[in-house]
């Protein structure tokens, strides 16, 4: 038998989606959550094994200390954002069960593993990079020198770092994470605002070719190689969850590119359309109307798509790959094909000025989505984005968030102040709900759904964040004056 293992998507922050799927770890303006993935795939390896999905089940650090006494070995999830809140509740469980062995796994001790091993004491190792086999082979006993992708303090307190672990390719022969959802998880629990609720979502392939910048996932955990599973598996996965969750409303796909390779998507369709099913899943701008009609005709709803700005030499900045004038051929395409639209969008990248925010602004409302999500640049480390801002000295604050979780601007450019973005994020959703348009979708779809209390509890949310963020930046405004105000006395 393997040890008794607890896989941990830890508490933190309230409303805190901080790992193991979310590719933007950080306190949401709406309450929001998504799967732990990636914890599901070792989870199914291990006998006698449990995931724990701490937040959106509201089980808190007491309670989650408590069920870890029951455990031989733990498996937590970290994040950039969560780092110093998740050391403390290893410590804490090692405190109460000191037989178990610890392992964090995530970006953080992928990229800074010395930092890791040398900052919270209680860990046995850390995975890089991907570690469903790293941690299925501890689990059963194999020395730690003989697992690849770890690194460990060695009986000196030297640390070892154990040669990189090939990625993952036969993904058909891992687990399905459907499963480990029906085993361990109440699927009532996951919500997110544009998504049909209940909802679940997934992966049919890991890795993304794509180069962006600022993307944490390829550059730190899954890697730029893209692996897909056969649509033979993903078809029979997706009838078993059907039959097995009859009360979901819709299936997610949250592939980093789930639709880059036409014809594997157009096969997949074709397998997906007898199911009767309802999905989404996210879409890059480059995917053509064929592939779209396919997706529409096999259930697909709605595509998150990563607009990220409307100013083209942004999108050449980051290494985006796209175009705004391919941008808007793509919406007029799911526009026409009765495919909805969630778009992100992102202030603060590389190069971004006053003017290109208003350029992003006006270009969203010319696409006319269903829904947005604007986010501030958050620079992770690991990525091409935050080597560029630690190297122009850009960076302000290393933690990215406002004490409670929730993403702050941490990045100022010369001529953009981090208040200035701040304010125009608030600004952005601004101009883009209250255009009657925008604004009448948005009730109409209300007495539609007869999703009131929903949609209020959501706006009571996010008008609370905003509040609270327009008083940090009006807090940093005055702080500047003041400190402008200093500057001309002493030069007097």
């Known amino acids: 038998m393997p040890l008794k293992t607890l896989l941990l998507n830890p508490p933190s922050f309230e409303n805190f989606d901080g790992g193991a799927s979310s590719r933007w770890p950080a306190t949401r303006e709406i309450e929001s959550y998504w799967y732990p993935v990636w914890l599901a795939y070792p989870a199914g390896m291990l006998e006698g094994s449990k995931l724990l999905d701490a937040p959106p089940h509201h089980v808190s650090a007491e309670q989650t200390i408590e069920i870890a006494k029951d455990f031989e070995f733990l498996v937590l999830f970290t994040s950039t954002v969560g780092w110093a809140g998740d050391h403390g509740l290893a410590r804490a469980i090692k405190q109460a069960n000191p037989t178990i062995k610890i392992c964090f ?59 990189d672990r090939p990625q993952v390719e036969d993904l058909d022969a891992m687990p399905w994470a459907t499963k480990i959802y029906a085993r361990d998880m109440d699927v009532t629990r996951y919500n997110v605002p544009f998504l049909l609720h209940p909802y679940i979502s997934l992966y049919s392939t890991r890795g993304c070719p794509a180069q962006c910048t600022f993307c944490l996932w390829p550059q730190t955990l899954s890697g730029h190689a893209w692996r897909k599973r056969s649509t033979d598996d993903v078809a029979a996965e997706m009838a078993w ?49 064929d592939t779209l009609k396919a997706m529409k005709e096999a259930g697909c709803r709605l595509l998150i798509v990563g607009f990220e700005s409307g100013d083209p030499q942004i999108l050449k900045n980051i290494k985006k790959g796209a175009t705004v004038e391919r941008a808007r051929d793509f919406v007029k395409d799911c526009h026409d094909l009765g495919l909805i639209i969630h778009a ?63 993403q702050m601007a ?59 963020r327009n008083k940090a930046a009006r807090a940093k405004k005055e702080e500047n004056a003041l400190k402008q105000q200093e500057s001309v006395s002493m030069n007097a």
Not at 115 to 139: G, I, K, M, Q, W
Not at 276 to 286: A, E, H, L, Q
Not at 453 to 459: H, T
Request: proline share 5%.
């Open 241 to 289: 969850a059907k039959q097995n969750f009859p009360d979901v409303k819709e299936f997610f796909f949250d592939d980093d590119t789930f639709n880059i390779q036409k014809v594997r998507t157009i096969e997949l369709c074709e397998k997906l359309k007898p199911l009767g099913i309802t999905w989404s899943c996210t879409s890059r701008v480059t995917t053509d109307r």
């Open 344 to 406: 992100d969008f992102i202030l603060g990248l590389p190069g971004e000025t006053k003017e290109s925010i208003w350029n992003t602004i006006n270009f969203a409302k010319q696409l006319d989505c269903e829904t947005i999500q604007v986010s501030v640049a958050h620079a992770y480390p690991g990525t091409e984005f935050y080597d560029y801002a630690k190297r122009n000295d850009f960076i302000t604050n290393e933690n990215m968030e406002d004490g409670g979780g929730h």
């Open 410 to 468: 941490h990045i100022e450019y010369p001529g953009l102040p981090t208040e200035y973005v701040m304010e125009m994020v608030h600004k952005f959703y601004d101009e883009y709900y209250f255009r009657p348009k925008a604004a009448f979708r948005v009730v109409w779809k209300a007495i539609v759904n007869r999703d009131v209390p929903r949609l209020y509890v959501e706006a009571k949310s996010f008008m609370k964040l905003r509040a609270q």
């Open 105 to 163: 796994v995530g970006p953080p001790v992928t990229t800074d593993p010395d930092r890791a091993l040398n900052e919270c004491e209680v860990l046995d190792f850390v995975c890089r990079r991907e570690f469903d086999f790293s941690v299925v082979e501890f689990a059963n006993g194999k020395p730690r020198n003989e697992i690849l992708g770890i690194s460990y303090k060695d009986a000196d307190g030297v640390i070892q770092h154990t040669a």
